[in-house]
């Protein structure tokens, strides 16, 4: 907790707040610092194991030889059967949290799901309403962004929070290639503004549907408009706008 001092219509309050903790981890990979990731301090083999997936750098979950995170000294060492690029060519984002990447994953070979994918509104409006509810960190003390990927009928199926939303999909990325559960044709709802990073990782991971209550950046409907992916923002109230591939949502 951190002592504040609250103005409030001419009240000065003093009390205590919870407040958002940035967690440096330095990930090493086959003996080698590849970079620090900055993230809420939760769940952190999710992270490494997305971020590591949407590098390219594995795929399966047998390519992991070593996972271990160690929360006291902010390092996660890593070993996989594949080998690690000599030079690596950094990409600054838009986001917050990481806000670095190797590569930004481009969509010749990455295609959103399943072209026959049909969603209806409602399934839509249901994923959001499941998306609020599990953000339990931003309720408690904000600051936070989260994401879930749901089920063309609007089921929840996995949820993330961090303090960067480029972190929430690596950790959605992360635990289904841990657990073994294929995003493939699925949703994917998010808090935050979509940019060109988080609809490329998308379409590397199948997604069919993308859903916001803000944004998309100009490169993030291009992305998706090439990968197939049905791009959704401004989701507010009983509107929401649609940017890319409507034909994939049924209106009536």
Do not use: W
Request: proline share 3%.
């Amino acid at each position: 907790m951190t002592n504040v001092t609250t103005y409030n219509d001419g009240k000065v309050l003093r009390g205590e707040v919870d407040v958002v903790r940035e967690f440096p981890l330095v990930l090493r990979v086959n003996d080698r610092e590849l970079v620090t990731l900055i993230a809420s301090p939760h769940d952190l083999r999710f992270l490494v194991a997305g971020f590591l997936r949407l590098q390219g750098f594995v795929s399966h979950l047998d390519d992991f030889l070593v996972l271990s995170v160690c929360n006291d000294y902010g390092i996660a060492n890593v070993r996989i059967k594949g080998e690690i690029p000599k030079e690596l060519k950094p990409v600054l984002t838009s986001g917050c949290g990481t806000g670095i990447t190797f590569s930004l994953p481009g969509t010749d070979s990455a295609r959103g799901g399943d072209a026959g994918v049909q969603v209806a509104v409602a399934a839509i409006f249901e994923l959001m309403k499941q998306l609020a509810m599990n953000c339990t960190s931003y309720k408690s003390h904000g600051g936070v962004h989260s994401a879930a990927v749901g089920a063309v009928d609007g089921t929840l199926v996995l949820h993330a929070e961090d303090l960067g939303r480029h972190n929430t999909i690596d950790r959605l990325a992360g635990e289904a290639l841990l657990k073994g559960i294929p995003l493939s044709g699925t949703i994917l709802a998010t808090s935050g503004r979509v940019s060109a990073e988080m609809a490329a990782k998308a379409a590397l991971l199948g997604i069919a549907v993308i859903v916001s209550r803000t944004s998309p950046t100009d490169m993030a409907i291009r992305i998706c408009d090439e990968a197939g992916i049905t791009l959704v923002g401004y989701l507010r109230g009983t509107r929401f706008t649609v940017y890319t591939h409507p034909h994939h949502i049924l209106f009536t």
